[in-house]
């Protein structure tokens, strides 16, 4: 069947990320002795991370409990940066994403993200987010991959059967779900070519 839509991870897909430099950026701004392998394994093991990226935490509470719990002595700003400042570019995916928007696919970004990383990566990369025509954030939607409330709303805005979309991530768990939603799914490594999984 044609393909009609592309579903597009955001990140270790349209960019690479590492939160670990997040949480070492975060152990700087610190006046107590926190390394942040410590800091790493209090945001994402303790269901913070999670809360935060659905939207039930809002920024201001996700900032102050950091500020609190590493007594972190900066601004809300600074705070953001050191959060957010860890995406470097896929020159490969953009090209691709270059292409798909050229032959007239219709591109969504399905993406697990929090406000503050979805503010820094929208201007980051705007350029080549300029191509995608919907975003489904898991913090706008209240749901993340691989909740079905996440897919479904992927699907509202692929405005196209499930067969008719190609869903790209790098886990191939939330790949799987995609699957189960009826997407035709493709596991993004660097060494693969998302065009030539479109088809035509």
Request: net charge negative; charged share 20%.
């Amino acid at each position: 069947m044609t393909t009609r839509c592309v579903l597009l991870d955001f990140g270790n897909v349209i960019a690479f990320f590492d939160h670990r430099k997040a949480c070492g950026q975060l152990a700087e701004l610190s006046t107590a002795p926190v390394d942040g392998e410590h800091i790493y394994r209090a945001i994402f093991e303790s269901g913070l991370e999670t809360g935060y990226d659905t939207g039930r935490i809002s920024t201001t509470e996700f900032i102050d409990w950091l500020r609190q719990t590493f007594r972190l002595d900066a601004s809300d700003a600074e705070i953001g940066h050191a959060w957010s400042d860890i995406f470097t570019p896929n020159p490969s995916m953009a090209a691709a994403i270059r292409a798909l928007n050229d032959r007239g696919l219709h591109l969504v970004l399905a993406s697990n993200t929090n406000a503050l990383h979805h503010e820094w990566f929208a201007a980051q990369f705007a350029e080549t987010l300029a191509a995608v025509d919907a975003q489904v954030l898991s913090y706008q939607v209240g749901s993340r991959k691989p909740e079905h409330a996440f897919f479904t709303a992927c699907l509202a805005e692929a405005r196209c059967s499930p067969a008719e979309c190609l869903y790209v991530d790098d886990r191939d768990d939330f790949v799987a779900a995609g699957r189960a939603h009826g997407l035709n799914g493709l596991v993004y490594t660097p060494e693969v070519d998302v065009l030539s999984a479109v088809c035509y």
